[in-house]
């Protein structure tokens, strides 16, 4: 069954791709012989880049008017329209990959924040996501240039660690897409904060969104104006904080680029932080709690635990404190190394 609807996919594939000399073009325009092979992707995945999905909203508000596109029937289409569809654009790094002398294939998936695919049950509705598989040096790499928020050598979180549908002429090969790692989505903060006497905490904080993390708020945000954007973003970070915190953005940076973090700056305060004990004060190890903490105080678990996808946080403070104050003690709790997180302080 795979296989013949695997040669049908690539037979679609194809004749959509069939343009040999615009796709030459476009390649001798674009990379040069003696690239790295790396390099010659990364530029080829820039160039698909460079073509508008007509499915997402642009950074920014969302226009007034409604655009009329024309139908795109092969690949020298988009390029002369400069806009296509998901599907279309992927299907344009296929053809320039190819062009360029890569092994690519289209791959099929099930997008997992709806659902599953199960080979057995022959049913290729279930394959509602594609990708680009490409084999360089013995090694798969997959690319979403459709997805506009995600850097060379990203593709969305629900288009990894799952099974998918490699299609060519010759038939149906099941490929692995890998996980990301927990390096590939850090959200890194670092506060410069002061203490007072009374206990009121306020300086500047920074954050860094990067990698899968920074993009999936680029793509939530598309199609919101900046009052929105900031309005989003900072309920994401007063998530982190006390109930009594204000966070005031300042600015954020970083919205139409996918390969740097989405920076966010402002200023924090926290009445009430520290608490006065006589001569001595009580204060907090960090100002930032995990939304979760309170996720596993069940005694008994029916439910599966479920991460969207691995991620890790970074966290630099610097506090300084009142006049005439040192520190007394600090906690020293230990490194806690398990098959599903890591912690550790510094």
């Known amino acids: 069954f795979w296989n013949e609807r695997a040669k049908s996919m690539s037979h679609k594939a194809d004749s959509f791709t069939d343009k040999k000399s615009a796709l030459e073009k476009v390649v001798a325009e674009t990379i040069s012989p003696n690239d790295a092979p790396m390099d010659k992707l990364r530029k080829l995945y820039a160039r698909a880049q460079q073509i508008r999905n007509a499915g997402f909203y642009p950074i920014g508000p ?23 569809y998901g599907n279309e654009i992927n299907a344009l790094f296929l053809g320039l990959a190819r062009a360029a002398g890569f092994d690519a294939s289209e791959v099929y998936a099930a997008d997992r924040r709806s659902g599953m695919f199960h080979p057995e049950a022959e049913d290729d509705r279930e ?7 490409v084999r360089v040096g013995g090694q798969d790499l997959f690319f979403d240039p459709a997805s ?27 490929v692995k897409i890998p996980s990301t790692t927990a390096a590939e989505a850090v959200t890194e903060r670092r506060a410069n904060l002061t203490l007072d006497a009374k206990g009121a905490l306020s300086g500047t904080l920074e954050v860094d969104f990067t990698g899968i993390r920074g993009s999936g708020i680029r793509q939530a945000e ?20 006390p109930s ?47 939304p979760e903490a309170n996720a596993f105080n069940s005694a008994t678990r029916v439910n599966d635990v479920y991460f969207e996808y691995p991620n890790e946080h970074r966290d630099d403070i610097a506090l ?25 302080l510094g």
Not at 149 to 165: A, N, Q, S
Not at 222 to 240: F, L, T, Y
Request: charged content about 15%.
């Open 148 to 174: 506009p928020d995600y850097p060379f050598g990203l593709v969305p979180w629900d288009e990894t660690g799952i099974e998918g549908l490699a299609v060519n002429r010759q038939g149906a090969q099941m």
């Open 244 to 290: 009594s915190a204000n966070f005031q953005i300042s600015s954020i940076t970083g919205w139409k680029h996918s390969s740097a973090p989405l920076r966010v700056e402002g200023t924090l305060s926290i009445p009430g932080y520290a608490t006065s004990l006589g001569k001595r004060m009580l204060v907090p190890l960090t100002p930032f709690a995990s």
């Open 127 to 133: 394959l509602n996501a594609n990708i680009v598989l």
């Open 62 to 84: 969302v226009p007034t008017k409604t655009e009329k596109l024309k139908q795109n029937n092969n690949v020298e289409d988009i390029l002369k329209h400069g806009y296509g």
């Open 320 to 344: 300084h404190l009142p006049a005439g104050y040192g520190v007394e003690s600090l906690p020293n709790p230990p490194a806690i190394h398990q098959p599903a997180f890591v912690y550790s």
């Open 222 to 241: 598309r199609g919101e104006g900046d009052a929105d954007r900031r309005k989003n973003v900072s309920k994401i970070i007063q998530g982190w904080l």
